[in-house]
């Protein structure tokens, strides 16, 4: 039998592994520039946490969930997003308590799962990295938020990038627009598509976010979600705006623009870069917003919630067609070459005494010919090597080689142990 891995998922080798690494380092610098902290959530959950959190007419919820029953009958989800697990996990540790200091800022990364046909940087199983920032109603966070992803990408070395953004309002905004819309979509509906059907009594915003064509000419003409908000969310969006001019970052208003999640409500935004990697015109690489009644929805306070999300695996698509160079470090420091089997023991104790000290370093493991070592050295690009054989073990000293200029120097093996740094630094 030939074993292959499960469809929609992705080996990551060495020579990849080194982009993501340092993806996510520098996430981590960027986050913690703006004092966000790692949280790290359970790869699975209660259905319930994403079913009442992403809604139950979402296609994550209704088509690409993968959702099983555990040996102890329990309803179990592999996570399809980064949100609810961590709103679920700050309502269970209490983390709204007076003791916390507000707003509460974390941020995740990690493997997500959903069920869907695997394509150019989306896969079945895929990478987020993500942020949420809890207790605040304030605009000017929704636009931190907004600020740091687009500061995140630009050191990712993305600069063609274009921010769209809306408001899907208070609860009497939606609510509002909702009956606007089934009273607009009502006489079309046997033209809708089936899915928008099932979804016009539900939740009928969900039809603006139809790839359908049949639904197209009605999306297209539908009221503006703009033309219903309240004097506090026009006082919201209006704010969200000024913080923007404020900080030169342009913006676009699409008013159909709807996220594919159920719980977001007041400033939502996605952050799109040109790309033909990811097909013609512009194409979302990270995408958010704001979710005051999520905390609630999951058995806590109404605390409200903002963040966003950015698939790894389409940045890592992005980067390689904008032919950006991903910083490496994998020059190796030395190289210890060992001539004969009695030197074997003395090149392991070297290399774990340079290990030891913060340098990396390698020896043969293959019983080689010095001249097969030597070449190793070559490739591994190593900046010196240290030669053992009889006479060298006699001596107790190494021969030292800077492989850049071939000088060459004799070096006693205390010196090594003792003081590594004092040998190679010079």
């Known amino acids: 039998m030939r074993y292959q891995r499960p469809k929609g998922t992705a080996d990551i080798l060495p020579g990849d592994s080194e982009k993501w690494q340092y993806v996510e380092a520098t996430a981590r610098a960027v986050f913690k520039t703006y004092q966000f902290k790692e949280i790290r959530t359970p790869m699975f959950e209660n259905f319930e946490v994403f079913s009442r959190s992403a809604g139950d007419t979402s296609d994550i919820v209704t088509k690409e969930m993968y959702d099983f029953h555990d040996k102890g009958d329990r309803h179990i989800t592999l996570r399809p997003e980064g949100t609810a697990g961590v709103v679920r996990a700050f309502v269970e540790n209490k983390l709204y308590g ?11 990364m990690g493997p997500m799962f959903r069920y869907e046909r695997p394509q150019s940087g989306r896969l079945r199983e895929f990478h987020q990295l993500g942020v949420e920032a809890f207790g605040s109603e304030s605009a000017a966070l929704d636009v931190e938020v907004i600020a740091m992803g687009f500061n995140l990408l630009k050191k990712f070395g993305l600069n063609d990038l274009k921010l769209v953004i809306n408001t899907l309002g208070d609860q009497q905004t939606r609510d509002d627009y909702r009956q606007a819309l089934i009273d607009y979509l009502e006489p079309h509906f046997d033209e809708l598509s089936d899915d928008s059907k099932e979804r016009l009594h539900k939740n009928p ?6 790839k359908a064509p049949e639904d197209q000419q009605f999306v297209a003409d539908a009221p503006s979600i703009l033309d219903y908000l309240t004097p ?9 705006k000024t913080y923007l001019d404020a900080l030169e970052i ?3 208003i699409d008013a159909t623009m709807v996220r594919g999640l159920d719980y977001y409500n007041h400033t939502i935004f996605e952050i799109m870069t040109h790309s033909k990697a990811l097909g013609k015109g512009y194409t979302t690489i990270c995408a958010g917003g704001r979710y005051n009644g999520l905390v609630k929805e999951l058995g806590g306070p109404e605390v409200s919630g903002v963040g966003f999300g950015l698939g790894v695996e389409r940045l890592l698509v992005l980067m390689d067609a904008e032919n950006i160079e991903v910083p490496t470090d994998d020059q190796l420091d030395v ?4 001539i004969g089997d009695e030197a074997s023991a003395t090149t392991l104790k070297l290399v774990q005494a340079l290990r030891a000290a913060g340098y990396k370093a390698e020896r043969d493991y293959l019983d080689r010919k010095p001249k097969a070592q030597f070449k190793s050295a070559d490739r591994l690009n190593a900046r010196y090597t240290m030669t053992v054989g009889e006479a060298e073990l006699a001596e107790q000293a190494v021969n030292l080689k800077a492989m850049a200029t071939g000088d060459e120097t004799k070096v006693a093996m205390a010196d090594i142990y003792q003081d590594a740094h004092q040998v190679l630094d010079k």
């Open 232 to 240: 506090e969310a026009q006082e919201h969006f209006d704010q969200t």
């Open 250 to 252: 342009p913006y676009e």
């Open 205 to 210: 915003l969900r039809v603006l976010d139809s």
């Open 98 to 108: 007076p003791q916390v200091l507000k707003p509460y800022k974390v941020y995740y």
């Open 335 to 338: 190289y210890v070459v060992g």
